[in-house]
């Protein structure tokens, strides 16, 4: 058996004197989805601030593919094969969705499985509005335009920050549905939530933080309803 795609060892991160992660271990198999679930404040963010290079890590707390990564700085981490959908969608507002996509693909050269075509496959919705600026869609296709632009980098590992934020349950549904496919692709994915359940419905493994702190872990089928709510809420 192969090693993890993503592994994280020991990981602290600081912003200025501020302790915001104390020793966060955790790793993520080859078309894995993980969920990571806390209450705000947890570290979540942080977190994947620092896998993404955004927050500077030591070099060996973090490795993608055995290499470590730690020490690399945003732009080079994408290009090394993690990609991030950011909380926000953070769309290119005066482009085309088409155009919006394309960004995604400058950033990685190498193995293609994504292209635009995949992508419309993906979201048909965003095929009928490939000539519409980002800012003319709904909330949902915002979100469906910054997975796929995500995905155009064709990344081992795909973060998703809090993707439902703000959507109707129905759209979240429907983002949600596109993620077999993601992982058909052979990405691995990172969910960041705080919708518990739709975060454990899509999850093979699932980690709650506190307090800058990995406080469980474990498969969604493995961990009672209880332990999720007591490691969610601190209650010891
Ligand atoms: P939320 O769901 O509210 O985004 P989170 O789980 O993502 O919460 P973080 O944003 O990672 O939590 O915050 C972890 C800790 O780091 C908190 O105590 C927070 O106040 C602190 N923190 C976050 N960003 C900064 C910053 N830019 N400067 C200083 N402290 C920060």
Known sequence: ????????????????????????????????????????????????????????????????????IGHLSAPEVLEAGISMVPEGRRLFPSLSVEENLLIGAHVRTGSRYWTLDGIYDLFPILAERRHNPGTALSGGQQQMVAIGRALMSNPDVLLCDEISLGLAPVVIRDIYASFPKIRESGASVIVVEQDIGQALKIADHVCCMMEGRVTLSGAPDALSRDAIHDAYFGVS
């Open 1 to 68: 058996m192969t090693g993890p795609v993503l592994s994280i060892e020991n990981l602290t991160a600081y912003y200025g004197d501020f302790q915001a992660l104390f020793g966060v271990d955790l790793a993520l198999q080859q078309g894995q989805a993980l969920a990571i679930i806390g209450a705000n404040g947890a570290g979540k963010s942080t977190l994947m601030r620092a896998i993404t290079g955004i927050l500077p890590s030591p070099r060996d707390a973090i490795r993608l593919n055995g290499q470590p």
